[in-house]
Nanobody
């Protein structure tokens, strides 16, 4: 079973930056998609950014121009570079992988991001 481990969360001031990392327990080269989801307090988990096997990316409107998703296949790692952070970006960020077109959804345990105003 593939495992995903996130890191990089923490406390940052509004306007600041953080980089989240998600390391997989095996090669991510074949993963259909990988992505980052945010779950704010009392809210449902929502897609923030996603990268496909071929490298295509898509972002939630709220983070376009501020966040960048990327992956390093050689390191089995996906990243989320977050800049110009806002209080509404705070919450628990989860790494997700869809292993194949038919499914195979894997989640990490999440990493907490707190943004002070």
């Amino acid at each position: 079973q593939v495992q995903l481990v996130e890191s990089g969360g923490g406390l940052v001031q509004s306007g600041g930056s953080l980089r989240l990392s998600c390391v997989a327990s095996r090669s991510i080269a074949s993963f259909y998609t990988m992505g980052w989801y945010l779950q704010g307090p009392g809210l449902q988990r929502e897609l923030v950014a996603q990268v496909s096997r071929g490298g295509n990316t898509n972002y939630a409107d709220s983070v376009k121009g501020r966040f960048t998703i990327s992956k390093d296949v050689a390191k089995n790692t996906m990243y989320l570079q977050m800049t110009s952070l806002k209080p509404e970006d705070a919450g628990r960020y989860y790494c997700h992988a869809q292993l194949a077109t038919w499914g195979g959804n894997i989640w990490g345990q999440g990493t907490q991001v707190t943004v002070s105003s």
